[in-house]
């Protein structure tokens, strides 16, 4: 999922205080599960506000909405209407999110309510770990289902660095180790000698470092214009 | 002997059969030569070349080719260190044409500190930077053999003329997953390794079983491994690396031996210091002894970290001086 966390409460007030009319706009997939931007939160988040503008002086009405994505027309195109209602939509969707609806809402500004983080798993109850970096160029075929380029903190290819310290990584013991982890699974399925090839450098390009990425998936673009035609 | 790959004194040196030393310099944070003249002064004949630093702890100096080509005005021969942390591909090979231009004939291609590392938290770096690890040491050392040997860039474009270094890189025997790292050594003299400096050692026992498993995987005679000597200049600090620095760890007698030199002090300061000094010393000497000593082992990479003085003696004392002249 795509896993993000709300922004400190007074950046979030420096943003809104100066609107009159707020809706604060969740969304109920990725960012529901990891519990900081589905209908819930929008709702708390709501009446944070409106506490504070209370406390503050400041005439606020603010309001909550979510919609269970935010990412494709269908599901927030028919709450529209209302949400152009508002002089500020505080988006609590993932950047994705507040782009898609940036580009969609006409006149009214929308503003992120969390940051948006990564792309992880849920390891325990609250606890998210980025496992995917969206590369474009999967190599977890040959590292044992391990990503060395969303979890080695210098996107090695090769193995480990001279950092790895009892499994843990040089910049905290809070993180695993990713060559650590390849180089203990791939023992473990006996596929070590993988590891001994090297890797030469990388198309970073199919990354975020050859610009915007688009992507478009011919057979459903074919069959909606046959359909349409 | 046989023709050069980049003629430097380094190169030289191994290629005699001696065995080779190598000091560090690190560069300081000032845009004053001074420290650099001085601290090459004092290396310069207790080493075959120094290694110069690239923004070591991840904390900016002067960088390793300005450096480098200081040290080099001094008589001294530099290896000058590159890490893959702050330039990206483009910037790497540039920076590779202009140090040759510039007569530097080594270089150790390193991963280099997280930008996070900010010299261990002890200054405020920049923890905050953008890294680029656009390639890693192991596809570094690569591109340096491709532009040399082959004289093209990692993209393919040719060079008009190819920088010729002497190519290295770093080795950390001690580090986890332990029996992965005679693998990766290997994998760092397939990708073009001419040389290897490696982790400060302390605990030979440690290295001689790694340097056994290097020589039955055939490393030892395409690359010159130099065993890696951390002088230590206190109890504490023996400490700290045992406990604090990935890939080293320190044999309880040394500590203890340490410990001994500064109880004998009393509560005499200074005198503290000059016995643990001393005892360093003497711990580094026979370090030296016990690592060339092991099959494999071409040579030391000895630091004496903000401590170049103390070069001159531990060389004379572990029979490494004079320096050969080739």
Same mark, same amino acid.
């Given at each position: 999922m795509i896993v993000g966390s709300q922004k400190p409460f007074d950046e979030i007030w420096e943003m809104v205080k100066d609107f009159k009319k707020v809706l604060v706009f969740g969304c109920n997939t990725c960012v529901a599960i990891c519990h900081s931007g589905g209908a819930k939160e929008a709702e708390e988040l709501a009446s944070k506000i409106r506490m504070k503008a209370s406390q503050e002086g400041a005439g606020m009405q603010v309001d909550d909405l979510a919609v269970q994505?935010? #990412?494709?027309p269908e599901y927030f195109e028919p709450e529209m209407e209302k949400v152009r209602g508002y002089d500020l939509v505080l988006s609590t969707a993932c950047g994705v999110g507040v782009n898609f609806l940036s580009e969609r809402i006409g006149e009214t500004p929308v503003y992120p309510g969390?940051?948006?983080t990564f792309f992880g798993?849920?390891?325990?109850?609250g606890v998210f770990v980025e496992? #995917?970096?969206?590369?474009?160029? #999967?190599v977890l075929h040959m590292t044992g289902g391990i990503c060395p380029i969303a979890r080695c903190s210098k996107t090695l290819m090769n193995g480990p660095c001279g950092g790895t310290d009892e499994g843990k990584c040089e910049v905290s013991?809070?993180?695993? #180790?990713a060559w650590f982890l390849i180089v203990e699974r791939m023992k473990k399925l006996g596929?070590?000698?993988?590891?001994l090839e090297i890797k030469p450098?990388?198309?970073?390009?199919?990354?975020?470092h050859g610009g915007p990425r688009r992507m478009v998936a011919e057979h459903i673009k074919d069959m909606e214009e046959g359909e349409a035609q | 002997m046989k023709s050069m790959k980049s003629g430097s004194n380094l190169e030289k040196v191994i290629a005699s059969g001696n065995p080779a030393v190598t000091a560090e310099l690190g560069p300081p944070m $000032? %845009? $004053?030569p001074d420290e650099v003249v001085e601290k090459a002064n004092i290396l310069k004949g207790c080493c075959d070349a120094a290694n110069i630093t @690239? /923004?070591? +702890? %991840?904390v900016v100096r002067i960088s390793s080719i300005a450096a480098a080509k200081i040290a080099l005005d001094q008589g001294l021969e530099p290896v000058m260190q590159m890490t /893959? &942390? @702050? &330039?990206n591909r483009i910037a790497i090979q540039a920076d590779l044409l202009g140090a040759a231009a510039l007569g530097i004939k080594n270089c150790l291609c390193i991963a280099g500190?997280?930008? $996070?590392f900010s010299a261990a938290g002890r200054l405020k770096g920049h923890a905050g930077a953008k890294n680029v690890y656009d390639v890693d040491s192991i596809q570094l050392a690569g591109i340096l053999k491709k532009m040399r @040997?082959?004289?093209?860039?990692?993209?393919g474009d040719p060079l008009h003329? $190819?920088?010729e270094f002497f190519i290295g890189s770093a080795w +950390?025997?001690?580090? @986890?997953?332990m029996d992965f790292r005679p693998y990766r050594l290997k994998k760092k003299v397939d990708a073009g390794s001419d040389f290897i400096q490696t982790q400060g050692i302390y605990d030979i026992e440690m290295f001689k079983r790694q340097m056994a498993k290097a020589v039955e995987l055939g490393v030892p005679e395409r690359t010159a491994i130099l065993g890696g000597i951390i002088v230590p200049r206190s109890a504490m600090m023996l400490k700290y690396m045992d406990k604090s620095v990935a890939g080293v760890s320190v044999p309880k007698e040394l500590i203890e031996r340490m410990l001994k030199a500064k109880d %004998? %002090?009393?509560?005499d300061k200074k005198k503290m210091r000059e016995l643990q000094e001393e005892e360093g010393k003497k711990i580094a000497v026979e370090l030296i002894k016990q690592v060339l000593d092991i099959p494999g082992v071409k040579g030391v990479h000895i630091q004496a970290i903000e401590w170049e003085s103390a070069m001159e003696g531990i060389v004379k004392d572990a029979g490494l001086y004079p320096r050969p002249q080739l």
């Open positions: 994505r935010h #990412c494709e969390l940051n948006t798993a849920v390891t325990e109850p496992m #995917c970096a969206g590369c474009g160029d #999967c013991s809070e993180i695993d #180790c596929t070590m000698e993988k590891l450098p990388r198309n970073w390009a199919p990354g975020t | $000032s %845009a $004053s @690239d /923004c070591q +702890t %991840a /893959c &942390r @702050d &330039r500190d997280h930008q $996070s @040997d082959e004289g093209l860039q990692e993209g003329e $190819s920088p +950390t025997p001690g580090g @986890d997953p %004998a %002090a009393g509560d």
